[in-house]
């Protein structure tokens, strides 16, 4: 892993792109403040359908997941006595 300052790699950004496809990432100096360059690849469904099931499914079972029918007649009652109550 190479560590280069912005200005540095300022003159060699077409060259440290290349190499950080090719798998070696870069760390960026700036002010202190440190950035890492790794490559991206683009998330594609038809090749990786275990990822993308296990995204779905997180979305699924996350707290985002509808009320039941029992969970929503409970916060009616609630929503009615605290009318009631007014």
Known sequence: MKTLTVAQ???KLGK???QVH???PIILVHN???VKVERYVPFDPAEDRP???AML????RSHFT?????EMQSLLDKLRRRQRKK
Do not use: H
């Open 9 to 11: 790699a300022k003159s």
């Open 16 to 18: 440290l792109v290349d």
């Open 22 to 24: 090719a798998g070696t």
């Open 32 to 34: 202190a403040k440190l």
């Open 51 to 53: 990822e993308l099931e």
């Open 57 to 60: 499914l997180e979305g699924v």
């Open 66 to 70: 509808p009320y039941s029918e029992d």
